[in-house]
């Protein structure tokens, strides 16, 4: 805040800016023009413009809310990467999980680099050496994230926020690292947790089973997503896996045995308008957000090596392929938009609805 100060008998306002980087003080006759003048300079300063700019101007005499358009005529780009980061996570349309890995990524690159003055001057070198320190902490599998993210993200900047088009997360290539596939367990192992599974665990079992749906898929589903028709039922799957993060839903064909387990669950599921949900405590009624003993707890009981949700959806796939099912069918039943995704899932494998039998119990067992 500006302070009082007396000259030749006469009222003075100081307006005064004190950090460990930047100190500068201007004297005003008018404690409004010093106040505004402090809480301009500060507003220059958190959106990262280098402070020796700042303070090159003001001594040229250049009002602080002139700065931003003669740095912008001189071709200095002002911007600063915390305001960016700010703007980005709030401007795009992601799951909650995929927004807190950003957030948490953006927290690392925070944490490495000043705030407040880094801007979007960076170079590929400070980028490579932001990235290697992840590397170094964390592997290559978490180095390649952060650079996949923060190089989307730069791209964000160079469309909306007039970024330099060269973007240096491009340039760093990608970092050695370790490919883990997702378990796939045996069919009979999965028999075996299903046999101790009881009342809504099954069903879920099932519903991961026969739809191939992701974690979120499944969880998210609605009673309006369930057609239960005689000849013709159908289920509704929604997923933010996107480019642009919009919510797409597809109407998949269900097969008996997942029609009948259904049928027997609504009569017993309440009215929620979630198909599954906690059963007990303070939440019961509300829908899962995160079953992180699911079904590891079921096969811990059964026996069996754990599995997570993903798993079952590999297994889904892989039973299809074992019964020789179309590659493309398998690309239908996994939702993937490249076939090469599918490929990958099986490593070598109309209407989709009569194949779906093959999930009914299973013809030959097999993994992927």
Known sequence: MPSKRQRNGKKLWVAQINRKDFRKEKIFEDRDQALAWELE???????????????????????????????????????????????????????????????????????????????????????????????ARKGGNEANKARKNLLAAWNWGVEYRDFPVKNPFKAVKKFPHDVEPH?????????????????????????????????????????????????????????RKTKDGSLESVWLPMNDELRTALLAHRLTAGKSEWVFTVQEGKYAGQKFINRRTFPKNLCQKAGVTPFGHHGIRGLGATVLAHNNVSMKVAQQFLRHKNLSTTERYLRGIKDIRPHLKVLEGGKKTGTA
């Open 183 to 239: 378990y796939v367990p045996l069919l009979e192992d999965f028999i075996k947790v299903l046999d101790v599974a009881e009342g809504q665990d099954k069903v879920i079992l099932l519903t991961f089973l026969h739809t191939g749906g992701r974690k979120s898929e499944v969880y998210n589903l609605r009673w309006e997503d369930v057609d239960l028709d005689k000849d013709e039922p159908r289920i509704r799957l929604k997923t």
């Open 41 to 135: 300079v500060r507003r220059l300063l958190k959106i990262g413009i280098p402070t020796d700019s700042i303070e090159r101007l003001l001594n040229a005499g250049v009002p602080p809310e002139e700065i931003e358009a003669v740095l912008s005529k001189e071709g200095i780009h002002s911007v600063s990467l915390h305001r960016w980061a700010n703007d980005y996570l709030s401007s795009i349309h992601v799951t909650p999980k995929t927004l807190r890995e950003k957030r948490d990524i953006f927290r690392l690159f925070f944490k490495f680099f000043d705030p407040v003055g880094v801007t979007t001057e960076i170079q590929a070198g400070d980028a490579l050496d932001f990235l290697n320190s992840v590397f």
